[in-house]
């Protein structure tokens, strides 16, 4: 995620093409397994124009590589989730390739439509970690903007709410429809 009012990356992050660090990138460089892009809340058709459905993890860099969907010889570029797992060399590359960027290696989370400000993205972060004592799974909790947060744990700390890791399930109902069945029987043979 690139801020061009701060000039600062943070994570999650793409990078587009099947260059880095003056190498073309084939599926071949994955040696760290691979991973539907659903399991990163990822949805296809907003994720590289709908071209990628898996990833592929490089090692060496920490992050990984995004194969066309149909031949994954074509490499529509990378991507950086979690920036605690990008190593050395990994970091070298990303600094190599954004010169004169600040690339802060944390999560962002994405608030519609703006960007939040250093002190709203310390209270975020503060309300993530309280919203989490509380019980609240990730996607409620990382998707949430600072007022939502705040409404769940205002929510969960009253008791009026069952969201904390509860699940309730409603009891089912059976309902037979007279539906009319027309059946047709297939004529036998009789021995003669």
Same mark, same amino acid.
């Given at each position: 995620?690139?801020?061009?009012?701060?000039?600062?990356?943070?994570?999650?992050?793409?990078?587009?093409?099947?260059?880095?660090?003056?190498?073309?990138?084939?599926?071949?460089?994955?040696?760290?397994?691979?991973?539907?892009?659903?399991?990163?809340?990822?949805?296809?058709?907003?994720?590289?124009?709908?071209?990628?459905?898996?990833?592929?993890?490089?090692?060496?860099?920490?992050?990984?590589?995004?194969?066309?969907?149909?031949?994954?010889?074509?490499?529509?570029?990378?991507?950086?989730?979690?920036?605690?797992?990008?190593?050395?060399?990994?970091?070298?590359?990303?600094?190599?390739?954004?010169?004169?960027?600040?690339?802060?290696?944390?999560?962002?989370?994405?608030?519609?439509?703006?960007?939040?400000?250093?002190? %709203? =993205?310390?209270?975020? *972060? +503060?309300? @993530?970690?309280?919203?989490?004592?509380?019980?609240? #799974? !990730?996607?409620?909790?990382?998707?949430?903007?600072?007022?939502?947060?705040?409404?769940?744990?205002?929510?969960?700390?009253?008791?009026?709410?069952?969201?904390?890791?509860?699940?309730?399930?409603?009891?089912? %109902? =059976?309902?037979?429809? *007279? +539906?009319? @069945?027309?059946?047709?029987?297939?004529?036998?043979? #009789? !021995?003669?």
């Amino acid at each position: 995620m690139y801020d061009a009012k701060t000039n600062t990356i943070m994570f999650p992050h793409i990078i587009a093409g099947a260059m880095l660090g003056g190498k073309k990138h084939t599926w071949n460089n994955v040696n760290g397994g691979a991973k539907l892009i659903s399991d990163f809340n990822l949805i296809q058709n907003k994720f590289f124009g709908g071209n990628v459905q898996r990833l592929g993890m490089i090692k060496e860099y920490g992050f990984f590589l995004c194969p066309h969907y149909v031949d994954w010889n074509i490499i529509m570029g990378f991507y950086i989730h979690d920036p605690a797992l990008v190593t050395e060399l990994g970091k070298k590359l990303l600094q190599d390739k954004y010169p004169g960027v600040n690339i802060v290696y944390e999560t962002a989370t994405i608030t519609a439509n703006r960007v939040l400000t250093p002190e %709203e =993205f310390e209270k975020k *972060k +503060v309300l @993530v970690e309280e919203a989490r004592e509380h019980g609240l #799974s !990730a996607p409620e909790v990382d998707h949430a903007t600072l007022e939502e947060l705040d409404g769940l744990i205002r929510s969960v700390d009253s008791g009026k709410s069952n969201m904390a890791g509860k699940v309730q399930v409603d009891e089912g %109902e =059976f309902a037979v429809d *007279k +539906v009319p @069945v027309y059946i047709q029987h297939k004529a036998s043979r #009789s !021995a003669k």
